[in-house]
């Protein structure tokens, strides 16, 4: 059957070879396409449905920058020869055969089956989870992923715009803490759960990120969205200064006033 298969793909003009991708519903995937040194300059897309009646979700020949359109988005690293498409919002009805190609000429392109298969991961993950922290104290993320990713990179990213993965902290061993900044991860493979503590949080750590799995050749699946809210401690303000009242010794010669004003007390936070 195998052998079945591979022939199937040589017939179709370009095909380089077929991967599998697994999203899950409300996330986001990000694939990675790579192509031939010689076509840096050519057209890259992402296109859906059989080769014959492939229709294009994304086409750009803008380099080294994003492009977005809708719910995808296409970046072409011509240093590296390959372009990652990324999307958004992902919908069980996003499951279909999809190709990401290089446009060289008429219908004879260079290009790679994917299979995106979206799924539900209600059993195991959740969506989205809120978290809130004071300013100076610490986040800690707590995110499942299903079984069959266990042996995948786990990572956190920090949403930008449409930019999924802007900033990434990746953790590839188990029960094994990884640092990078702020951010320190621990990925228990046994009970399939990331663990994630950002210290000395700011009102710049406010944002989206994501908790993800990244497979052996680079595909990312964006599991679980975590929305963090760093509040500022509230200042504490002085009592209004007091006078003295003149005696009347003073007041026969010349009027005196002292003020004094109570120390700032100091806030004390335990994490």
Known sequence: MKIIWTFTLLMIPGVLSSISVTGYSGGGVSITCRY???YTDKYKYFCRGRW???TDQIRTNTKNKQVDSGRFSLYDDTGAAVFTVTIRDLREQDSDIYYCGTDIYAKVD???EVKLKVVTAADCCEKSISLSAAAGGSVNISCRYPQSHS???KFVCRRSGSDLCAEETSVKESRRWSAEGQMQLYDDR???LLTGIISHVTQQHSAEY?????????HKSFITRVLISVTDIPKTTSPPSSSSSPSSSSLSSSSSSSSVESPLQKMCIRN
Not at 210 to 218: L, M, R, T
């Open 110 to 112: 260079s290009c790679t």
């Open 190 to 192: 046994e009970q399939q």
């Open 36 to 38: 031939d040194r010689g």
């Open 52 to 54: 014959s009646n492939c």
């Open 210 to 218: 994501w908790c993800g799995v990244q497979s052996d050749q680079g």
């Open 151 to 153: 042996a995948d990179v």
